[in-house]
C-alpha cells in the first residue's frame, strides 16, 4: 500500500468517538438493534427537519430501500445523473426500473433542470438528483418540475450533508433523501446510510424492508415475542455499535464543517489567480460543507490527468470524481451508450480533479498541495 505524504482524506474522530462505542461495547448487549440506532435517527431527522428517518448499513442499500419504499418496478423510469458515484443508477435496476440519465450544468454539477424536462416520458415516475461533492444541485428547480409533472423527488444527497441553498438544508426539499456515513463523508461510521421522509407510510415500509420484512415491537433480539413476517425484506439494519459512533459524529457536525469550510477557503484563495484550474466556486446563496475539493481544468483531460500524476510524484492523492456512469463497460453494454449523449457531463468529466480535504488537513499540507498546483500550471507555460 502507497504511503501518501497527503492522502485523499482523513477521518476526523474524537475521545467521545471512543467512549460512545467503548459504552456499547462493554454492555455486552444491544450490539445488534439497540437505542443509538433510534437516537441517530430522530436527532438526523430533527437537524433536515424531516418527520422520520431509517437507518442502513449503507447508502446504497438505503438508496434501492428507498425505491422499493416507494414502490418503483419494472417499466417505470427515475431520471438520474451519469456524473455520480455508479450507486445512483444502480439503485434503478436494482428494483428492475430503467435509469434514464439526464445530463448536468456547470454550476452546481448537478442535473440540468432543462435537460431534465427533456427526459421525462410517460413512464417516468421519479427524479433523482444528487447533491455534488458538498453542496447542492438546482434542487429548487428541480423540485418545481416534480411537482410539475407529478412526480416523485427523491435527494441522492450521500454526499452533502449539512449543505444549504438559502439557509434550506438538502434533504429537505424532495419527497425522500438519502444520506451516506461512508468513510470518506463529512461525518462518517465507516458504513451506514439513512434515508429521511415526511411520509409515514413510507417510513413504514422502510422499517420492514430493512429487517427481513418483520413486523417489530419490540426488540428482536432481546424479546421473546413470536412476531410476524409481513413483506420480503432484507438484512440492511444499522447495528447499534455503528449508531453510537453515528451519534457521537453528529454531535461535532458543525464544527467538522467549519473546518472544512476554512480549509477550502484557503486553498480556493491560494489557486484564485491560476489561468488553467478553476477551484469550487458555489452559487449565491448555496452552502457548501466541501466532502469534496474538485477543481477543473479548463483545458480538459490532458492537463488533468499530466496534474494528477505530476501530484501523485509529490505524494499527494487525487482522485476525478465522477467519470460518466454511462460510459462504464456495464452500462455500455446494457444501453448501447457509444459517447456524446451527455455533452456537458462529458466535457466537466474530462476536467475535474477531487484533491484532498479534511477537517485536519493542516497548513503545510495545503500548502504542500498548493505549491504542486502552481508549479505544474507554470511549467505548462
Not at 449503507?58 to 423510469?77: N, Q, R, V, W
Not at 440540468?112 to 433523482?128: H, L, N, Q, S
Not at 449543505?163 to 419527497?175: E, I, L, N, T
Not at 462518517?188 to 417489530?216: N, P, W
Request: with cysteine; proline share 3%; charged share 25%.
Amino acid at each position: 500500500m502507497r504511503s501518501w505524504r497527503v492522502p485523499f482524506y482523513k477521518i476526523y474522530w474524537d475521545e467521545e468517538d471512543v467512549n460512545h462505542v467503548l459504552e456499547v461495547i462493554m454492555q455486552g448487549s444491544y450490539w445488534a438493534i439497540g437505542p443509538n440506532v433510534e437516537k441517530f435517527e430522530t436527532m438526523l431527522a430533527e437537524y433536515i427537519g424531516k418527520k422520520y428517518v431509517a437507518a442502513f448499513n449503507s447508502g446504497t442499500s438505503a438508496l434501492h430501500a428507498m425505491l422499493l419504499a416507494y414502490g418503483i418496478k419494472e417499466g417505470d423510469e427515475v431520471i438520474v445523473p451519469s456524473f455520480t458515484f455508479i450507486a445512483t443508477a444502480n439503485s434503478v435496476l436494482f428494483v428492475n426500473a430503467k435509469p434514464v440519465f439526464a445530463d448536468i450544468e456547470e454550476k452546481t454539477c448537478g442535473l440540468d433542470p432543462e435537460d431534465v424536462k427533456e427526459r421525462i416520458t410517460g413512464k417516468t415516475k421519479a427524479i433523482m438528483p444528487i447533491h455534488y461533492g458538498g453542496s447542492a444541485c438546482q434542487i429548487r428547480e428541480l423540485k418545481e418540475i416534480a411537482e410539475d409533472h407529478k412526480l416523485l423527488l427523491l435527494e441522492d444527497a450521500a454526499e452533502s450533508l449539512g449543505a444549504k441553498v438559502d439557509g434550506k438544508r438538502v434533504g429537505s426539499f424532495g419527497d425522500a433523501a438519502m444520506f451516506s456515513f461512508c468513510g470518506n463523508k463529512v461525518i462518517t461510521t465507516g458504513e451506514g446510510g439513512m434515508i429521511a421522509t415526511d411520509q409515514r407510510d413510507v417510513y413504514e415500509r422502510l422499517k420492514l424492508i430493512r429487517s427481513h420484512g418483520r413486523l417489530e415491537t419490540e426488540n428482536y433480539f432481546t424479546s421473546a415475542k413470536v412476531m410476524d413476517y409481513v413483506a420480503l425484506g432484507y438484512n440492511w439494519r444499522m447495528c447499534n455499535i455503528i449508531a453510537a459512533l453515528g451519534v457521537s459524529q453528529l454531535e461535532k457536525l458543525g464544527k467538522v464543517i467549519a473546518m472544512r469550510r476554512r480549509n477550502a477557503a484557503y486553498m480556493s484563495k491560494s489557486l484564485s489567480n491560476l489561468s488553467k484550474i478553476e477551484p469550487p466556486n458555489p452559487p449565491e446563496g448555496f452552502f457548501h460543507v466541501y466532502q469534496m475539493y474538485t477543481v477543473r481544468a479548463r483545458d480538459g483531460e490532458k492537463t488533468r490527468d499530466g496534474l494528477k500524476g505530476y501530484l501523485a510524484e509529490k505524494g499527494v492523492m487525487t482522485k476525478v470524481y465522477f467519470s460518466p456512469v454511462h460510459l462504464t463497460g456495464f452500462y455500455k453494454e446494457k444501453f448501447g451508450f457509444q459517447g456524446g449523449e451527455l455533452p456537458m457531463t462529458e466535457k466537466i468529466s474530462k476536467q475535474v480533479l477531487t484533491l484532498p480535504m479534511y477537517a485536519s488537513l493542516t497548513k503545510d499540507e495545503m500548502d504542500h498541495i498548493v505549491t504542486g498546483v502552481r508549479d505544474f500550471v507554470e511549467n505548462l507555460g
